[in-house]
């Protein structure tokens, strides 16, 4: 199975400020990582598919990048409706595909 | 537009059974693979079974291979997941998502709680 692992766990900033979220997998993904948005209550929407392709309708504010097993997901400017919780997701040994922990974005 | 909604949710006491259903909308069900995803309360995503648009293929992960049996109906755009002989650990809210390679559609999740 592979393990990803999300960090930080937490991260508190205000609006307007730049996020940086991580992810690493425990072998190589290749580019097969997607990024996930979740607000309490609602089912996850995808944000960033094959590692640095926004998803339809996604703001041009989020943007990911990385390959193999070091991977980033950059929030520019955070948005009020951007504080919520960020998974990412790999699927390079599809079906047994798996899910990071997940990051907390938070209001400082 | 895409719509899934799930549906058969509820309390069960350990050892029990419940089915889920998720009806599918807004798209050619047939034509794509579909996946059960669970999220215990304040947890991660945990994938848990996939069925091809045929239904010929079909995986499950190891916490619940032998006991969950994932199928579907085409022509009544359903999707369906038989859960046997529940523990407490299965306690989830259960989404049902349409296979894109990623995950692009979801439903709102309908929870599974196992206690008794």
């Known amino acids: 199975e592979i393990v990803l692992t999300q960090s930080p766990a937490t991260l508190s900033l205000s609006p307007g400020e730049r996020a940086t979220l991580s992810c690493r997998a425990s072998q190589s993904v290749s580019s097969y990582l997607a990024w996930y948005q979740q607000k309490p209550g609602q089912a996850p929407r995808l944000l960033i598919y094959d590692a640095s392709n926004r998803a339809t309708g996604i703001p041009a504010r989020f943007s990911g990048s990385g390959s193999g097993t070091d991977f980033t997901l950059t929030i520019s400017s955070l948005e009020p409706e951007d504080f919520a919780v960020y998974y990412c997701q790999q699927r390079s040994n599809w079906p047994q595909i798996t899910f990071g922990p997940g990051t907390k974005v938070d209001i400082k | 537009q895409v719509q899934l909604v799930e549906s058969g949710g509820g309390l069960v006491k350990p050892g029990g059974s419940l089915r889920l259903s998720c009806a599918a909308s807004?798209?050619?069900?047939?034509?794509?693979?579909m996946s059960w995803i669970r999220q215990a309360p304040g947890k991660g995503l945990e994938w848990v079974s996939y069925i091809s648009s045929s239904g010929s293929t079909i995986y499950y992960a190891d916490s619940v291979k032998g006991r969950f049996t994932i199928s579907r109906d085409n022509a009544k755009n359903s999707l369906y997941l038989q859960m046997n002989s529940l523990r407490a650990e299965d306690t989830a809210v259960y989404y049902c998502a349409r296979e894109d390679g990623d995950y692009g559609y979801w439903g709102q999740g309908t929870l599974v709680t196992v206690s008794s």
């Open positions: 807004g798209f050619t069900f047939s034509d794509y693979y």
